[in-house]
């Protein structure tokens, strides 16, 4: 048994941005894919878990960016359990070139969810076992503490967006990876064709349902360096009137 389980990902055409790197939003994706892969090689598949009433909630991401996968590269992702405390986990994931250069780090946080009860439960002793825990974070920063976003000069602009049928996953809920897609859509041109996303923090604190409508707000602080640019978003669930996930990013202003 390791503690580590590592899967190959090729970045496709379609993955990609028109600057010809990973798509935050895909990022996403191939983390959410490796995880329910090493989960299915213990033999606790998603579907498993879901027809003994059971699943995995997201709680947030903390994403470190040293540089984007770029079209047809090959990258392997290493993901494993680094700490686990009643009905919460910790996984890790470290994503490498083949040139082995580390490449981006990511830890995430999830909550093992009883379905029926419809509230979270102590993970299960034959299921906890299963993993050998690497006591090892991979991203320790948290940018969602900076003092800047207290400031309070800032650049405020509002969207709103229609939950859509395609946004739902297996739980009835909008799929964690959408959440990210509505913050990269709602950045200013500026950042779109000039910056690059260096960092990723979110924290997610209540599903949204279909159908809904949402609200992104996002607050653009102004930084000393010119070359930076640190960003909060907040989304918010129109129909509950409450937030459900706040995001924030660092980025970079390309060299």
Same mark, same amino acid.
């Given at each position: 048994?390791?503690?580590?389980?590592?899967?190959?990902?090729?970045?496709?055409?379609?993955?990609?941005?028109?600057?010809? =790197?990973?798509?935050?939003?895909?990022?996403?994706?191939?983390?959410?894919?490796?995880?329910?892969?090493?989960?299915?090689?213990?033999?606790?598949?998603?579907?498993?878990?879901?027809?003994?009433?059971?699943?995995?909630?997201?709680?947030?991401?903390?994403?470190?960016?040293?540089?984007?996968?770029?079209?047809?590269?090959?990258?392997?992702?290493?993901?494993?359990?680094?700490?686990?405390?009643?009905?919460?986990?910790?996984?890790?994931?470290?994503?490498?070139?083949?040139?082995?250069?580390?490449?981006?780090?990511?830890?995430?946080?999830?909550?093992? %969810?009883?379905?029926?009860?419809?509230?979270?439960?102590?993970?299960?002793?034959?299921?906890?076992?299963?993993?050998?825990?690497?006591?090892?974070?991979?991203?320790?920063?948290?940018?969602?503490?900076?003092?800047?976003?207290?400031?309070?000069?800032?650049?405020?602009?509002?969207?709103?967006?229609?939950? =859509?049928?395609?946004?739902?996953?297996?739980?009835?809920?909008?799929?964690?990876?959408?959440?990210?897609?509505?913050?990269?859509?709602?950045?200013?041109?500026?950042?779109?064709?000039? %910056?690059?996303?260096? %960092?990723?923090?979110?924290?997610?604190?209540?599903?949204?349902? %279909?159908?809904?409508?949402?609200?992104?707000?996002?607050?653009?602080?102004?930084?000393?360096?010119?070359?930076?640019?640190?960003?909060?978003?907040?989304?918010?669930?129109?129909?509950?009137?409450?937030?459900?996930?706040?995001?924030?990013?660092?980025?970079?202003?390309?060299?």
């Amino acid at each position: 048994m390791k503690q580590a389980f590592n899967k190959i990902f090729e970045v496709h055409s379609y993955d990609v941005l028109n600057n010809q =790197q990973l798509n935050p939003v895909k990022l996403i994706d191939y983390l959410n894919d490796t995880a329910a892969h090493h989960s299915e090689s213990l033999g606790y598949s998603i579907e498993t878990l879901f027809k003994k009433g059971y699943s995995w909630i997201l709680l947030s991401w903390n994403i470190r960016i040293n540089r984007w996968p770029r079209l047809r590269e090959m990258i392997e992702i290493e993901t494993w359990i680094s700490r686990i405390k009643r009905c919460f986990a910790y996984r890790e994931f470290l994503i490498k070139s083949n040139q082995n250069e580390s490449i981006i780090k990511v830890s995430s946080r999830w909550i093992f %969810y009883n379905i029926n009860k419809q509230r979270p439960v102590k993970i299960p002793s034959n299921l906890s076992s299963l993993w050998l825990i690497k006591p090892v974070e991979a991203c320790s920063l948290s940018i969602a503490h900076s003092s800047l976003l207290r400031e309070p000069k800032y650049q405020n602009e509002e969207k709103e967006y229609v939950v =859509q049928i395609q946004d739902i996953d297996i739980l009835g809920h909008v799929h964690n990876s959408r959440y990210i897609d509505w913050i990269m859509e709602n950045k200013p041109e500026i950042m779109k064709q000039h %910056y690059t996303l260096k %960092y990723l923090q979110v924290l997610y604190h209540h599903e949204i349902k %279909y159908p809904g409508e949402i609200m992104v707000q996002q607050k653009i602080f102004p930084q000393q360096d010119k070359s930076k640019q640190l960003i909060s978003d907040q989304i918010w669930d129109k129909n509950k009137q409450r937030v459900a996930s706040e995001i924030v990013t660092q980025w970079q202003l390309f060299k």
